[in-house]
């Protein structure tokens, strides 16, 4: 099938992106059947009851792919769907209860039908058998590694991340001297391990004294696996030299990519930003331990080699210091793009990253930097406060300065400032999850007009 599959229901959701009532769904099972292009999340491992409970609960999900121990997420349009015997792995797709349900593909006669469900059956008993004793013998094998394991000293770590030297990272870095960029805790290299690229991050003001907190803190990070992350492939650990080592992203930061003169490409400049948008989703609610990331910025946003966004650094909020900051405050964050639940009384939840994500949505959509102190244009400076002032002013084509592909997708340009402007109220409470960000970005969630994000009144 190559055209795009609807289904003949409405799928109701509620906040933060998931189902309504899961009691009205069912999981159906086809064998043998694929939709190749339409996953937005990929799990691993994981096993067959998990992925389907994953899906049954997330209201962007309407089929799942299980093969192995990984689950493939599709959502629709499901396109290019395709039965054949070699398909390897099991799809279960998510339908209403009472629902006639019929797969129909050309040629095809009623008793092959037959054949296919009697087959389904079968096959699902066979494979919950061989789940059971998999389970037992997974089960146990699992439990003699965690004896032999507990019996090392960087258990914790090690089965998961390669422990460098610093005598091997001084080596693949030819002695720390091709930088690819400094912040305020840490310095970049580019560097070479088996022919493959690395970036390796020299990290200091850390908590130095607690090396049991420091790999427990890189493990966390180290267990994270979705294609919106810059993956960490190593960390070093040797006397007072700490250092992460991630996979290389040949296309640089967010920030190089659209604050040039020329305006970037607008389809791609949406997708980065669903791209972002899935990453923080993955961090806040899906991934082994919650992560708030506490510095979503352009520079903190890597391009891979078909500039796909991968975040980076997330997880190194627990590994800095109490008091480091890269503001004058003392709180965690980048100036102008630092939610101001940190100068309150207000906690710290996964909010402050949804407005983070806010005034980075809007320096994707307007190709410029969130503070602009040398624009003439006082009005100008503060693009969060500009855009807001536009909106309510009927003025968004005031933004779209020689952006001709952004006039041209007017409509979109226009929910995406919505959206940026529900991100960036100051009360965190009318911040929306970033799952229901995503679904909002995708169209999938209707985005409703926003109030005035300032408690105090528009600064316009």
Excluded at 363 to 388: F, M, P, S
Aim: glycine share 6%.
């Amino acid at each position: 099938m190559y055209g795009g599959c609807i289904p003949n229901f409405q799928v109701i959701c509620q906040g933060g992106g998931h189902m309504g009532s899961q009691d009205d769904y069912i999981m159906k099972e086809l064998q043998n059947t694929d939709w190749p292009k339409s996953e937005y999340e990929t799990t691993s491992p994981i096993t067959l009851e998990e992925c389907t409970k994953s899906c049954l609960q997330d209201c962007l999900c309407v089929l799942v792919t299980f093969s192995g121990n990984s689950c493939w997420k599709k959502k629709l349009p499901l396109t290019n769907g395709r039965r054949d015997k070699g398909v390897n792995g099991t799809s279960i797709i998510k339908l209403m209860k009472n629902n006639e349900f019929l797969i129909s593909f050309p040629n095809q006669k009623d008793h092959e039908t037959l054949v296919i469900i009697i087959s389904v059956l079968l096959g699902f008993s066979v494979l919950v058998i061989l789940m059971l004793v998999g389970a037992i013998y997974f089960g146990f094998s699992y439990n003699r590694k965690k004896i032999k394991s507990s019996r090392t000293k960087n258990h914790v770590v090690d089965n998961i991340l390669r422990n460098f030297t610093f005598e091997e990272l001084v080596e693949a870095t030819r002695n720390f001297s091709d930088e690819l960029g400094r912040g305020s805790f840490s310095i970049v290299y580019k560097g070479t391990t088996k022919m493959t690229s690395v970036a390796v991050k020299k990290l200091d003001k850390l908590f130095q004294d607690n090396d049991k907190e420091f790999q427990t803190e890189v493990n966390v990070i180290g267990q994270t696996h979705h294609r919106n992350l810059v993956r960490l492939l190593g960390y070093c650990n040797e006397g007072q030299h700490r250092i992460l080592v991630y996979e290389f992203m040949s296309n640089g930061t967010l920030a190089s990519f659209l604050f040039t003169p020329l305006k970037s490409n607008w389809r791609q400049r949406v997708d980065i930003a669903n791209g972002i948008a899935r990453g923080l989703v993955y961090l806040h609610e899906e991934c082994c331990t919650q992560i708030i990331h506490c510095d979503i910025k352009p520079q903190n946003i890597l391009l891979d080699d078909l500039c796909n966004a991968r975040i980076s650094d997330f997880g190194l909020a627990k590994l800095l210091l109490i008091n480091q900051s890269h503001t004058e405050t003392g709180i965690r964050g980048t100036k102008g793009y630092v939610a101001p639940d940190w100068f309150r009384s207000s906690p710290i939840t996964t909010k402050v990253d949804t407005y983070s994500f806010g005034v980075v949505l809007l320096e994707i959509i307007c190709c410029r930097r969130n503070v602009e102190k040398e624009l003439v244009d006082e009005e100008k400076g503060i693009l969060t406060d500009w855009a807001y002032d536009c909106y309510k002013t009927r003025r968004l084509d005031i933004l779209l300065e020689n952006d001709d592909e952004a006039i041209n997708n007017i409509k979109t340009f226009e929910k995406f400032v919505m959206i940026a402007i529900w991100c960036i109220h100051e009360d965190p409470s009318l911040r929306p999850t970033m799952k229901k960000v995503l679904l909002m970005l995708e169209g999938i969630v209707e985005v409703s007009i926003p109030p005035n994000p300032y408690l105090y009144g528009s600064t316009g």
